[in-house]
Structures are given as structure tokens and as C-alpha cells.
């Protein structure tokens, strides 16, 4: 069974989410807090020591007209992170809207927005790459 897992990139949060490559489903897992504007990597770690992913996603935030934005090459250095941490493979895909998604979804869900909209936005993310990488 593959195991995946999902990254919505923030310089101050990042949602994370797991996924499952033989059921084509996303799952949010979790909000951490950067310490001293860095990845919590202690956390990050033990996250991947727990699920045991077999590959990594990363949201690459883009403008509308697919340019780059800070925040693009921010996720770009985040995802080289990754793969040379932990050794496992690591593919972005195109987070055009999901924070917007995210919290229209947890609008409907619970009546308000709250500090799990970063977890959400991953679980979008993931589940778009399940999406077009399961067909």
C-alpha cells in the first residue's frame, strides 16, 4: 500500500495531510508551527518516522497566470528540503486556490473558519495529485 504524504508550505504554518495511493484518498492530518521562520523539522520527522510515506507532495503556489511568487520559490526550497532530509521522493503540485477551497469546505463543515484550514489545504493538494496520478 502506498502512503503519501501532503504539504501546504507556509512561512509561519504548515498543513499536512496523509494519503493512500491504492484508495485514492487524503486525509488531513495536522497544522505545525514554523520555529524562528524554519520548518519544525523535529516534527516533520516524526511524522515521517510514523507514517512511513513512500513519496511526499508539496502545494506549489502560484498567481493566476502561472508565475512564480516568492511563496513559489519558498515551497520549491521546502520540497528540495524534503528530498534531501529524508531521501524520498518529492513532486509539487499546483495549489492554485486550495487555501480558498480549504476554507470553503470547512465553512460548510463546521459554520467557521479555524486554525485547521492549513491541514485542509493539504488534504486538497494531496487529493488533487491522487487525482490525476491514480487514472
Known amino acids: 500500500m502506498q502512503t503519501l504524504l501532503g504539504f501546504d ?4 504554518r504548515i498543513g499536512i495531510a ?5 484508495t485514492g484518498t487524503a486525509s488531513a492530518l495536522c497544522t505545525i ?3 524562528h521562520g524554519a520548518p519544525d523539522w523535529d516534527r516533520i520527522s516524526a511524522l515521517i518516522e510514523e507514517w512511513r510515506p513512500q513519496s511526499l ?16 520559490r519558498a515551497a520549491r526550497e521546502f520540497a528540495q528540503q524534503l528530498e534531501a532530509r529524508y531521501r524520498l ?39 488533487d495529485w491522487l487525482d490525476t496520478n491514480n487514472q
Open 18 to 22: 496523509v494519503g493512500q495511493g491504492v
Open 89 to 127: 521522493p518529492v513532486t509539487t503540485m499546483d495549489e492554485r486556490l486550495s487555501s480558498h477551497a480549504a476554507a470553503e469546505l470547512q465553512r460548510e463543515s463546521t459554520g467557521s473558519v479555524n486554525t485547521g484550514i492549513d491541514a485542509i489545504a493539504a488534504q486538497i493538494i494531496l487529493q
Open 9 to 12: 508550505f507556509g512561512k509561519r
Open 57 to 72: 507532495v508539496v502545494g506549489l503556489p502560484r498567481h493566476a497566470d502561472s508565475s512564480d511568487s516568492d511563496m513559489t
Open 33 to 35: 508551527s514554523s520555529r
